[in-house]
Each structure stands twice: as C-alpha cells, then as structure tokens.
C-alpha cells in the first residue's frame, strides 16, 4: 500500500456503504439493549425522554453518557463533567489518526462528516480491514449510521418502557462489546511484533488503570502498545 | 461551576458532552494533518490501533467479575478455531449469563 506518494481521491462506494450497513445490522440488535438500559437510566434520574433521546443522538457515546449519569443530581459539575467526557472518548483521538492514511484522500469536509459516526465497533472493524490490506471507510459511514439509530432506538424504547431491560448483564449484555472489540483483534494478523506491542499495552493499561486517574488506561496502554511499532518496523515483505 | 438540571441547563449539559465528545472524534485525523506520515509513523499508529482494542479489554478480563471472564474467555476460545466472529460473540455473551446465573 502507498504510505508516502499522494494516491487517488477515495471515493465511498454506496453499495458497498449499504453492504457494511446490514453487516452491522445483527451487533446493533445488541446496541439497541444498551440503549434501552441507558433510556431507562436516564429517565430514573429524572431526565425527560426527549432530552434522554437528544442526548444519545447528540453525544451517541454510550459509556460516557452512563458517567455523566453518575454525576447526575440537582446540579451538575462542569468541569468533572467535561473532565470525564473527554476522558473516557479520548480513544476517538487515537481511533480516528489511525484512520488518517485512508481519510486525507478523501475531501475534507466528507472526512469530517464521516468521524461523526465514528466509535468502537465500526472504526475495529475498518482497523481489521486495514491491518489485512483492504481500504474501508464504507463501514465506518454505513456501520456508523446503523449503530447511531440502533443506540437511538434504544435509547427510546429504554426511556418508555425501559423496565422490561432493567439488568441487562443478566443477559450478558454487557459483554455484547467487549466479546466483539475481541473477536476483531484475534481476528487481525498476529506476529511476534503485534504479540509483543500487545503484552506492552495490556501492562501499560494494567498499571494506568490501577495508579493513573480513571478512565486513562486505554488511551496510555495504546501509546505505550504504539511505541512498540515505532521501534520495531515490519519488513515489507507482504504486500502490505 | 455547576449547571442546574432545569430543562435549559440539561440542553446545555447535552451541548457541552456533545461537542466535546466531537471534539475527540475531530481530533485524531486534525493532529495527524499535522503529521509527515513515513513508514516509521505509519507503523506506530498501526501497532497503536490494534493496541487499543487490548487496553481496553485487558482490565475488563483482569477486573471483571466471573460472568466478564467467562464471556471473554469463550469468544477468545472459539475465535482462534473457529475464526468466526458471530458464532464466537453469540457464545460468549451466552456464557456470561450462564456463569452469573450458576455462580
């Protein structure tokens, strides 16, 4: 793949948008039940359905908008509010550069327009794509749409007749992600490089999530899993 | 500060996780415009991409309770031999209410 010559315009294919759309389509079945969880929270601590709905909508971020919920009372601290916000979707940042080689030959306002349903389950599914040789932004923008209205949906049912949903782990359905984000990475290629920046990421993430402030342990463990990469260069011997 | 939980204050309260959590959606391709992309980069983020996903599963296996534990374990099991992801999730989210309603 050309990493340094400027390459052709990448254009998103529609068939190929709606293809990634109904691929995402059984995992957002899954999303719907966090919403619900999430709508029933929300209307607990007494906020309105609409506003519930606005913010999932809006924010479409799920376990940050459980946070903001834990601040939730009569007032609500800023800065702990943006503080935790930030923290917990700073892995967007991280997310989104790794996407960078595939987004800058695209125009700028559509690369912008296409972050903006940019989260867990569409980006690993992209990373996985990349990592095999294959370009694919198309999931980012069909399996973002699919995943916003699922949590959107969700989040609906959830703050009308959130009740049938109350303990959604009972069902496991708090694993729905991580059992997902982990059948992504098993599914990419491993090496002894990627195997040895794995066990640096996960001690990193160990450590920051045991003696660094809350929710900072994916963003350092990432960067510490990075340097690995940084110094230990894969042989172009592939055709990647 | 604090904002009030009146119906304008929960809009601003919406505004403000919004653009920030924009913000953190914005950012990471606005940085790397930044950024000469050589091999040396391009390895980095990504090795960090594929990191990501173990930061952020490592403490849920490590810190879970047994029904994160078993869920993670069967999607980890089935995945390596059966290299399907479905079936692999399927399961594992089917083991994690097992384990919480035996144990």
Not at chain 1, 41 to 49: F, H, N, R, S, W
Not at chain 1, 96 to 112: F, K
Not at chain 2, 50 to 77: C, E, F, N, Q, W
Request: proline fraction near 5%; glycine fraction near 10%; aromatic fraction near 10%.
């Amino acid at each position: 793949m050309n990493s340094s010559s400027p390459s052709v315009v990448y254009r998103l294919d529609p068939a190929r948008v709606r293809g990634e759309f109904l691929r995402l389509l059984p995992i957002s079945l899954f999303v719907v039940a966090f919403g619900t969880a999430f709508g029933l929270a929300a209307v607990q601590k007494g906020i309105l359905p609409l506003e519930a709905t606005l913010m999932s909508a809006l924010v479409f971020a799920g376990a940050s908008q459980f946070a903001a919920l834990e601040l939730w009372g009569d007032q609500v601290a800023l800065l702990p509010l943006m503080a935790i916000t930030f923290a917990i979707n700073s892995r967007h940042i991280l997310m989104g550069a790794s996407l960078y080689p595939m987004l800058r030959d695209m125009p700028t306002p559509r690369r912008y327009g296409l972050l903006l349903v940019l989260t867990d389950a569409n980006w690993a599914i992209s990373a996985q794509d990349y990592q095999n040789g294959r370009r694919n932004l198309e999931v980012i923008l069909g399996g973002g749409m699919v995943l916003w209205l699922a949590w959107l949906i969700g989040t609906l049912l959830g703050v009308y007749f959130g009740g049938m949903l109350a303990h959604p782990e009972q069902f496991g359905l708090d694993m729905v992600l991580g059992c997902f984000l982990l059948a992504m990475a098993l599914g990419g290629r491993k090496n002894p490089r990627v195997l040895l920046a794995w066990i640096v990421a996960a001690v990193a993430a160990m450590a920051a999530y045991w003696w660094l402030p809350p929710h900072t342990h994916v963003v350092v463990g990432a960067l510490a899993g990075g340097v690995v990469g940084f110094f230990w260069l894969e042989r172009k011997t592939d055709e990647h | 500060m604090s904002i009030e939980t009146s119906s304008q204050g929960i809009l601003a309260i919406i505004a403000i996780m919004a653009l920030v959590t924009l913000a953190t959606r914005w950012g990471g391709p606005f940085l790397m415009s930044y950024v000469t992309i050589n091999p040396r980069i391009e390895s980095f983020i990504n090795t960090m991409a594929s990191s990501v996903l173990i930061a952020i599963l490592t403490p849920m296996a490590i810190t879970g309770d047994i029904g994160a534990r078993a869920a993670l374990g069967t999607t980890a099991v089935l995945m390596l031999v059966l290299h399907k992801p479905l079936p692999s999730i399927a399961a594992g989210i089917a083991a994690a209410a097992a384990a919480r309603y035996f144990f």
